[in-house]
């Protein structure tokens, strides 16, 4: 079975701070995919990055940046110089695929993240 | 480019009812997977639909049920509506050829309250 961990519940930082969300996860497949989404009110979740299990580069995108750890099953997403416009919810989640498509995602219960001005 | 749709947004039913949601997936898009959001939670998958079948499930009741149309399009229907099942329901598609990719877009989704 699969499971995905996000034990930050809510953060809350001021404007221009850094900030890290933390993502845990479990599965006994060696091929594997992990995504981050953002979640903003009006619901709709926008995709931000996915990487494969084979691949364990760090990327950087702007103000974001993700480390993605193995050894620590760990797909942690970092925010530089936050801005209010990133408040949002965002959740952290794990697909497979069994064999002719993409499986449906398994997600964590994600970080309500709080930018103050 | 269309991205996925979904109707209604908002729906209010009793207890009881049945209701059906709808999903037209982006463009080009064969596969629909619908999802569940309880309110703060994080989405749980129901069920995926390929070439107008149930390909995978989640732990979901018979009660959840879905087809998927000739054009991809996809209906997901609730019998029995019980209160736990007021969330946000959201809608997603790919295409089965990328699944290298595993690429999934999301709708806007349709928010159900059951009173």
Redesign the interface.
């Known amino acids: 079975a699969q499971k995905?961990t996000?034990a930050q519940t809510e953060i809350s930082v001021v404007e221009k701070e850094d900030v890290t969300l933390d993502c845990v996860y479990e599965t006994r497949d060696t091929t594997y995919?992990l995504f981050w989404?953002k979640q903003p009110p009006?619901?709709?979740?926008v995709?931000l990055i996915?990487r494969n299990s084979f691949d364990e580069q760090n990327e950087i995108s702007g103000r974001y940046s993700w480390n993605f750890q193995k050894s620590t099953s760990s797909f942690n997403f970092t925010i530089t110089a936050s801005q209010v416009v990133d408040s949002a919810v965002y959740?952290c989640?794990l697909?497979m695929?069994?064999g002719?498509?993409?499986?449906?995602?398994?997600?964590?219960?994600?970080t309500h993240l709080i930018i103050q001005p | 480019d269309a991205g996925v749709t979904q109707s209604p947004t908002h729906l209010i039913k009793t207890r009881g009812q049945q209701v059906t949601l709808r999903c037209s997936p982006k463009s080009g898009h064969d596969t629909v997977s619908w999802y569940q959001q309880a309110l703060g939670q994080g989405p749980q998958f129901i069920f995926q639909y390929y070439e107008e079948e149930e390909r995978q499930r989640g732990n979901f009741p018979d009660r959840f049920s879905g087809h998927q149309f000739p054009n991809y399009s996809s209906e997901l229907n609730v019998n029995a509506l019980l209160l736990g099942d007021s969330a946000l329901y959201l809608c997603a598609s790919s295409l089965v050829k990328d699944w290298y990719y595993n690429e999934q877009f999301f709708g806007p989704g349709t928010r159900l309250t059951v009173l």
């Open positions: 995905v996000q995919y989404y009006s619901g709709e979740l995709f996915r959740f989640a697909g695929n069994s002719g498509g993409a499986d449906g995602l398994t997600f964590g219960k994600g």
